[in-house]
């Protein structure tokens, strides 16, 4: 398959990307492939039938290669208040993946750890596709716990909160 060249400027791209609002979350696995956790906006439910979602990852992140490894991984949308949870789990992983879960109180999972007061999507691995600089990963969701807490999003490179439109 040939991949066309992009047809706009990527710093247009990316300057138009940073308006538009995406819930954070933290990508967790856990398995042979080692123990591994990752920032990521890139997150949206795929279908209701059979319960899936899809997640981008950069493909040579170390997080990429745990979940191919391991075949599952766990969504932890954050709470609104984690900013400090997002920020550990941001940019290029540690020589010590697990220095990232250090000083939480995470549940282990089947799928990956789970963070604290986070809405949780447990998941296998049903689909891996590479595309560009990034593998989309879609999984089955074979659990879901947490919720009713507000989350936390990401716009314009800053964390802001979700707060209700009162006309």
């Given at each position: 398959?040939?991949?066309k060249r992009a047809t706009v400027d990527s710093d247009a791209f990316i300057a ?131 919720g009713g807490e507000r989350p936390l999003t990401y716009l314009g490179g ?10």
């Amino acid at each position: 398959m040939t991949v066309k060249r992009a047809t706009v400027d990527s710093d247009a791209f990316i300057a138009a990307m940073r308006q538009v609002a995406a819930t954070v979350t933290v990508v967790t696995t856990q398995g042979p492939g080692g123990c591994a956790g990752a920032t990521v906006s890139a997150f949206t439910s795929l279908t209701v039938d059979p319960p899936s979602v899809l997640v981008c990852l950069r493909a040579d992140s170390r997080i990429a290669r745990s979940v191919l490894d391991n075949r599952v991984f766990c969504v932890n949308v954050l709470p609104e208040d984690a900013t400090d949870v997002a920020r550990a789990f941001a940019g290029p992983s540690p020589e010590d993946p697990a220095a990232r879960f250090r000083g939480l109180d995470i549940i282990e999972g089947a799928h990956g750890p789970l963070l604290p007061r986070a809405t949780t999507f447990s998941c296998t691995l049903s689909e891996h596709v590479l595309h560009g600089t990034h593998a989309i990963c879609i999984g089955a969701v074979r659990a879901i716990s947490g919720g009713g807490e507000r989350p936390l999003t990401y716009l314009g490179g800053d964390y802001h909160r979700v707060r209700p439109h009162h006309d």
